[in-house]
């Protein structure tokens, strides 16, 4: 397995989760990293990504909720969700952009569920 998705499950609205996505160290020159997520009958969309010098993009719908981070050292990312709502609740998908490549990576899907 080259990417290990973890951290997703059930809360509440208004809660809390953390999602961490761990690359193996035989993915080299990562150049960026993020989750997609897709509800039921939705299509994938971008919920945040950060780049190696920093940049970080987030969906409008979550700007302000969450926060993603990297740990370079660990290959690892992580997507701090809160004041999640119900709209929230979907299969989100990490991803990995390695330099010079220009299809990502992609880790196994985890499920958020936001119950109102």
């Known amino acids: 397995v080259q990417l290990q998705a973890s951290g997703g499950g059930l809360v509440q609205v208004g809660g809390s989760l953390r999602l961490s996505c761990a690359a193996s160290e035989m993915i080299t020159g990562i150049i960026r990293m993020g989750w997609y997520r897709q509800a039921p009958g939705k299509q994938r969309e971008l919920v945040a990504g950060i780049s190696s010098d920093g940049t970080i993009d987030y969906a409008d719908s979550v700007k302000g909720r969450f926060i993603i981070s990297r740990e370079n050292s660990k290959n690892t990312a992580y997507l701090q969700m809160s004041s999640l709502k119900p709209e929230d609740t979907a299969v989100y998908f990490c991803?990995?952009?390695?330099?010079?490549?220009?299809?990502?990576?992609w880790g196994q899907g985890t499920l958020v569920t936001v119950s109102s």
């Open positions: 991803y990995v952009y390695r330099d010079g490549t220009p299809f990502p990576y």
